[in-house]
């Protein structure tokens, strides 16, 4: 079984930054591609990036393009967003999700693994 765990989450003001960090147990990390998706308060849960096994390729949402930057170290198992310019929107429950094979797929039918989430508040 896969262990995801999310930190780094907070309440800062429009135009911080943070970082997030997701722990992978359970499973060979440098295989899965790892993902982060957001929910906020009434929404459904929405892709934020995807980085590949080898961090070769990544992918972002529109929204966040620019503002955030998605990493991996694959000798700590871990796998990092980097949250910089935050605005109100940005408002969410933050999850980390993995699975074998692309970004790709992991951006369209989210992972085989979920974190528990952090919560991100961005005050106005």
């Known amino acids: 079984q896969v262990q995801l765990v999310e930190s780094g989450g907070g309440l800062v003001q429009t135009g911080d930054s943070l970082r997030l960090s997701c722990a992978a147990s359970?499973?060979?990390?440098?295989?899965?591609?790892m993902g982060w998706f957001r929910q906020a308060p009434g929404k459904g849960r929405e892709f934020v990036a995807a980085?590949?096994?080898?961090?070769?390729?990544?992918l972002y949402a529109e929204s966040v393009k620019g503002r955030f930057t998605i990493s991996r170290d694959n000798a700590k198992n871990t796998v990092y967003l980097q949250m910089n310019s935050l605005r109100p929107e940005d408002t969410a429950v933050y999850y980390c999700?993995?699975?074998?094979?692309?970004?790709?797929?992991?951006?369209?039918?989210?992972?085989?693994?979920w974190g528990q989430g952090t919560q991100v508040t961005v005050s106005s």
């Open positions: 980085i590949s096994t080898s961090a070769g390729n990544t």
């Open positions: 999700s993995a699975r074998p094979g692309t970004v790709i797929t992991l951006r369209r039918v989210g992972g085989d693994a």
């Open positions: 359970g499973r060979t990390f440098s295989t899965d591609a």
